[in-house]
């Protein structure tokens, strides 16, 4: 097939990859999108709580300051954050990403009083500071955006189209160079399912998180780790994949036909002191099971309640806790309830649970992916010419555990800050590049086979490499993993290329990075949990980085 040329490529239409798209278009430079299915597909489409931001103008009136933005973001981040990223995203926050929004069209909350705007407060954070939709930020964010873009000529967005690998000097290209570089990336059309050569000056990766490696997530379906697997493989430095926040309540809902959809999130707004759900283990008891473990009970930080309730249903066999928000539990009417938790409330009822009467079947689930490309202050990994953005990238803003609601901010930050240096550092290389190589078997893999490998490499990763972790689980899973990516990569090397495939393939590679990175950190931090070390080890103040021809190592 033909060879497209593009001196921008952006693989992903999340906030990250939109922003990107909008920076290099209003710099006249005409970006290609190319995204596994739709546009709005994406994690960005179902953040509910909002983005995190000190506006200037609160901290004249002193209602809110950078400092304590930056201290309630490196408390999160358990000693693991860089302080000169946190200082810059703090300060950047709000110009560069909410006044970005704000100005491209999203209808932040209004407030009567004399700041405009109604400003959330979340766990970890000592102000209100969170800028929201209603419940539905990041669905009003990824709309406008979405609209933009498609409204913008300069700007091709290629759906349907799964970047499978990148094309490096050293991989792919037909010779070799002592300094790699990023050249573009093969991308399936899944609707004529031939693969197709793009050819670019830069690449930037805005593929989102992984939280499908886990059985249990909020993410939905192109959570699969596309970008990491692919830079990694490339030859980029990947950084702290170990660290993952699990949230401790989605809605439980039992699906032998599927058990691995993608759960529904019930904010932890619900469990705060305004509300005061509570967890219990029994459909009728009203007793906080959470204080067995902590005296703040279901109020405690995300890590120790999604903890607790992992440890009851691993002790009692069970599939779920209670999450009770009824009057009985919170001593809030039922209109309370409704009027601040409209889409929850709407989405239990469809699912024949209404919440001001009844508790809701609730898990822990994997939600944000800490780790990822390790990028410096421009979003530049450590192979020319490739740049990640978003969830994908490790700016050193999350360290151990992300800070509720800094990954929208982050992600629109880091879109503006990459293409600002890519501007003025875009390499023309004009080569000509290897077509695809397709496999000897001219057919898609059987799909029952994908199927099983997909389910067996998340229950795996749920159980033996989820929230309570050690030595021995571990072990059991990468030796598991390693079985099932064998067999995996002969039916990739083997079979026509297919979504499925390349999906199970990067899910298997990225699963194997976590697994080996929470075996190296023997010990506990953020949203990395050892019961065989239960506690912060100094010898481990250091990211955990690994490479396709070194392994994992530390700076120190
Ligand atoms: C339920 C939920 C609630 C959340 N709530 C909040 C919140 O309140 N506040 C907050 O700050 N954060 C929240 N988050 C996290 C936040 O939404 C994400 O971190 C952020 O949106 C990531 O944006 P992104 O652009 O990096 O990636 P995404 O929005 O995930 O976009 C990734 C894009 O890459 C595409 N893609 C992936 N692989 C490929 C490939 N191989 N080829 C082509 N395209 C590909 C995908 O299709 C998608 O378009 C939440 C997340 C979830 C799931």
Redesign the pocket.
């Known amino acids: 097939m033909e060879q497209i040329n593009t001196e921008y490529l952006i693989?992903?239409?999340?906030?990250?990859?939109?922003r990107a798209a909008i920076e290099l278009s209003r710099a006249g430079k005409r970006p290609t999108i190319?995204?596994?299915?739709k546009?709005e597909?994406?994690?960005?489409?179902?953040?509910?709580?909002?983005?995190?931001a000190v506006d200037p103008a609160r901290v004249e009136t002193g209602n809110d300051d950078y400092q304590s933005h930056v201290d309630n973001t490196l408390t999160a981040g358990a000693g693991l954050c860089d302080p000169a990223v946190v200082d810059t995203f703090v300060k950047r926050a709000f110009p560069d990403a909410i006044k970005f929004l704000i100005d491209a069209g999203v209808d932040f909350t209004r407030n009567d009083g004399s700041y405009p705007y109604h400003l959330g407060q979340e766990g970890g954070h000592d102000h209100p500071r969170v800028f929201c939709v209603g419940d539905y930020?990041?669905q009003a964010i990824?709309e406008t955006l979405a609209e933009i873009v498609r409204q913008d000529p300069n700007i091709t967005v290629l759906e349907n189209?799964?970047?499978?690998n990148l094309i490096t000097h050293n991989q792919f290209a037909d010779f070799e160079s002592d300094i790699d570089r990023c050249l573009g990336a093969y991308?399936l059309d899944r609707e004529t399912g031939k693969v197709r050569t793009f050819s670019a000056d830069t690449t930037i990766l805005?593929?989102?998180?992984v939280?499908r490696a886990f059985l249990y997530t909020?993410?939905?379906e192109?959570?699969?780790g596309?970008?990491i697997a692919?830079a990694y493989r490339a030859g980029a430095v990947i950084a702290n994949m170990e660290f993952f926040q699990f949230h401790p309540t989605v809605l439980y809902e039992a699906n032998p036909e599927n058990p691995s959809e993608r759960r529904f999130?019930l904010t932890e707004a619900f469990r705060g002191e305004e509300t005061g759900a509570i967890l219990t283990l029994t459909r009728d008891s009203l007793e906080d099971f959470v204080l067995r473990y902590d005296p703040r009970g279901s109020h405690a930080t995300r890590d120790i309640v999604a903890r607790a309730i992992d440890t009851e249903i691993k002790k009692r066999g069970i599939q779920h806790v209670w999450l009770n928000a009824t009057p009985a539990a919170t001593g809030k009417s039922p209109e309370y309830i409704k009027a601040h938790f409209p889409k929850i409330y709407a989405h239990c009822l469809s699912r024949g649970i209404d919440i001001t009467k009844e508790p809701m079947p609730a898990i822990p689930a994997a939600?944000?992916t800490c780790g990822g490309i390790i990028v410096d202050t421009f979003g530049r990994t450590t192979l020319n010419g490739l740049y990640a953005?978003?969830?994908?990238s490790y700016t050193g803003l999350m360290g151990a555990n992300r800070l509720?609601?800094?990954?929208?901010?982050e992600?629109a930050l880091y879109g503006k800050l990459a293409v600002e240096h890519a501007l003025d550092n875009s390499v023309q290389h004009g080569e000509r590049l290897r077509p695809w190589q397709y496999g000897n078997i001219d057919k898609a893999a059987d799909q029952a086979t994908l199927n099983q490998f997909w389910d067996n490499t998340r229950r795996t990763m749920m159980t033996l490499c989820g929230i309570d972790r050690n030595e021995e689980r571990l072990r059991g899973c990468l030796g598991a993993l390693d079985g099932f990516d064998t067999t995996v990569d002969d039916i990739y090397q083997d079979f026509h290329p297919t979504h499925e495939i390349?999906e199970l393939r990067?899910l298997l590679l990225v699963s194997k990075l976590i697994t080996d990175s929470a075996l190296s950190r023997k010990e506990s931090r953020g949203g990395h949990f050892r019961s065989d070390f239960p506690d912060p080890d100094d010898r481990y103040n250091f990211p955990t980085l690994t490479h396709r021809d070194v392994g994992i190592y530390r700076l120190r």
């Open positions: 693989i992903g239409s999340g906030l990250a990859g939109l190319v995204t596994k299915s546009i597909d994406a994690n960005t489409f179902y953040a509910q709580g909002g983005a995190a930020t990041g990824e189209h799964t970047a499978i991308v805005a593929t989102g998180g939280g909020s993410n939905p192109n959570a699969t596309d970008g692919m999130l939600h944000y953005i978003g969830e994908t509720a609601s800094n990954s929208l901010p992600a390349i990067n």
